[in-house]
């Protein structure tokens, strides 16, 4: 990378040290400090022996955070991938596979290019953490999987991963960490005009400042798709925190499957998925929403007139399921909700005045005890 100091020849001698050994099959390509331009020097000595289109990013020993974060900068930089093997494209993809330790990218963020993804050593075992506006930023068939995602910056909108005007990106197995620092407004993946995969990943947010979101989706004709993903959020000072929200734009989607939000705020005001803008749709199918603490809560809370939500096989759960809790609340008329084969732990749903129009509908939904009841009534 450029600005990176000049390494000296006994470490840079112990870098490369395993390509005197280029005849042992399976050997990995090592990317080492320097120049992008000098990636295809580092990696001539294992042209015989292993793909040139996997390439490993390891920790210097004895180096920091930072140099580490340096090493998969220039790994991801395109011109070091086009010094390697050629460009990416869909017939020559890369993937970058990172060493257990810390990256630490500072105020930059690890890009990826289309068709080359990153993968870890496993989430807690890889972390990848910078204090910019965003920590990975997705590109059109692109990926991250196997690592811990960390944004410690204080900037609004600051992401530990950011998908935008891109199609097909997925995350696998990935442990996202979110802070919420000070009064900004810190989602923990953030989502517009994309389309994103998620599976088997696990966000953990917390809670204070101002409004937060743990997956945030703005702008137009997003689609999520969640197969496996845990939510944990806690606090004691936020705002406003949603655990999924669509609140502007239009055309968006969430289709999710094995979706858990645990969440408890003991302030302001808590939402499991929060809707507004125009059309936005969600499906929810095997999810389980718990909210918890001193929070305004609700599960479900519509506040668009053609919002469209189909709940299935899940469990709502707003505080200890009293008269005063609700696993939805409307804000606007209009819309459809329907909810089938689910236990509501609350008792009903609510709305403000002037939303009474939304079409509400409940078939064999029950309480925590498993006696049957309505969407309008007790379910105890």
């Known amino acids: 990378m450029n600005g990176q100091p000049i390494w000296s020849a006994a470490v840079l001698a112990l870098l490369l040290m395993p390509a005197l050994n280029a005849g042992a099959a399976g050997m990995p390509h090592i990317f080492s400090p320097g120049d992008p331009a000098l990636a295809d020097e580092v990696n001539e000595n294992f042209e015989y022996a292993a793909p040139r289109n996997i390439i490993n990013v390891n920790r210097v020993p004895g180096a920091s955070d930072t140099v580490s974060g340096s090493l998969l900068l220039d790994a991801l930089d395109p011109?070091?991938?086009?010094?390697?093997?050629?460009?990416?494209?869909?017939?020559?993809?890369?993937?970058?596979?990172?060493?257990?330790?810390?990256?630490?990218?500072?105020?930059?963020?690890?890009?990826?290019?289309?068709?080359?993804?990153?993968?870890g050593a496993g989430p807690g075992a890889t972390r990848i953490t910078g204090n910019g506006s965003n920590t990975v930023i997705l590109a059109n068939n692109s990926g991250v999987s196997d690592v811990t995602l960390a944004a410690t910056g204080s900037a609004t909108g600051a992401a530990p991963l950011r998908a935008t005007s891109i199609a097909n990106a997925s995350v696998t197995n990935v442990e996202i960490l979110v802070g919420g620092t000070g009064t900004s407004v810190q989602p923990g993946i953030a989502v517009s005009g994309a389309s994103l995969l998620v599976r088997n990943s696990r966000i953990l947010h917390n809670l204070s400042g101002n409004t937060q979101a743990s997956l945030s989706i703005?702008?137009?004709?997003?689609?999520?798709?969640?197969?496996?993903?845990?939510?944990?959020?806690?606090?004691?000072?936020?705002?406003?925190?949603?655990?999924?929200?669509?609140?502007?734009?239009?055309?968006?989607?969430?289709?999710?499957?094995?979706?858990?939000?645990?969440?408890?705020?003991?302030?302001?005001?808590?939402?499991?998925?929060?809707?507004?803008?125009?059309?936005?749709?969600?499906?929810?199918?095997?999810?389980?929403?718990?909210?918890?603490?001193?929070?305004?809560?609700?599960?479900?809370?519509?506040?668009?007139?053609?919002?469209?939500?189909?709940?299935?096989h899940s469990v709502l759960i707003s505080g200890n399921g009293g008269a005063s809790d609700h696993f939805l609340r409307l804000s606007d008329a209009g819309g459809i909700v329907r909810v089938g084969a689910s236990q509501l732990g609350s008792t009903h749903y609510t709305h403000s005045a002037g939303a009474s129009g939304v079409n509400v509908q409940c078939v064999y939904v029950y309480g925590a005890n498993y006696t049957t009841g309505s969407c309008q009534g007790p379910l105890f």
């Open 79 to 119: 011109a070091s991938l086009s010094a390697i093997n050629g460009a990416p494209s869909a017939s020559n993809q890369y993937l970058v596979r990172l060493a257990p330790g810390v990256f630490n990218i500072g105020g930059s963020a690890a890009t990826l290019s289309p068709h080359v993804y990153i993968q």
């Open 218 to 312: 703005a702008g137009s004709n997003s689609v999520v798709n969640i197969d496996g993903l845990r939510i944990d959020m806690a606090g004691s000072s936020a705002t406003t925190a949603y655990a999924l929200e669509m609140i502007t734009g239009s055309n968006n989607a969430i289709n999710a499957r094995n979706l858990r939000v645990v969440a408890h705020n003991n302030g302001g005001t808590l939402m499991g998925v929060r809707l507004g803008g125009s059309n936005p749709i969600v499906n929810l199918d095997q999810t389980r929403i718990t909210l918890t603490g001193s929070a305004t809560r609700d599960p479900l809370f519509v506040g668009s007139s053609t919002a469209r939500i189909n709940v299935n």
